[in-house]
């Protein structure tokens, strides 16, 4: 069993939709968690970071960290075509190696 | 300011042959990664420098791999003898250091390696 268990989708969504992105995980010494946006043949961008368990909120994205059931989600609103792209859940223990969930290849339409 | 940088962008090689991957980080970052992306295997940890030292190499794959860095800067990461597995996007990531109390790290666009 991976550390970090992600659904790799492809999730298909209209344009406007509220979107759903889960991670779960076993390490429960992780504290450090952030999500990721990947578009094709580029390095992955920094989309989120937050430590330990809450919420956090940026514009249209908003992640959320329950450590009790050792589960992330990034929740987009107002999807765009724009944001169709592989999205990579990442954590940690400390300032070392990230671990990566697989990706969820997200296509919102038009 | 400028973001991380990889060089080359694409690499086609032989099997065989020895390779170089380059990696600038952010200005000021003490602290870089490097990581492997393959098809099937997701992103996959190689190694870690903390200034020129590495405290974390227990990601690289065999012996055949091996990187430094210099001057708290640049790093190279070098396969030698490659083999057709090794073929992937060999990304490098950095992070402004140990001061910092977070670990958001931030990524260069990568190298893609193919082994023929």
Known sequence: ?110 | GAGVSQSPSNKVTEKGKDVELRCDPISGHTALYWYRQSLGQGLEFLIYFQGNSAPDKSGLPSDRFSAERTGGSVSTLTIQRTQQEDSAVYLCASRPGVATRNNEQFFGPGTRLTVL
């Open chain 1, 1 to 110: 069993q991976k550390e970090v268990e992600q659904d790799p989708g492809p999730l298909s969504v209209p344009e406007g939709a509220i979107v759903s992105l889960n991670c779960t995980y076993s390490n429960s010494a992780f504290q450090y968690f952030m999500w990721y946006r990947q578009y094709s043949r580029k390095g992955p961008e920094l989309l989120m970071y937050t430590y330990s368990s809450g919420n956090k909120e940026d514009g249209r994205f908003t992640a959320q960290v329950d450590k009790s059931s050792k589960y992330i989600s990034l929740f987009i609103r107002d999807s765009q075509p724009s944001d169709s792209a592989t999205y990579l859940c990442a954590m940690s223990t400390g300032f070392q190696k990230l671990v990566f969930g697989t990706g969820t290849r997200l296509l919102v339409s038009p």
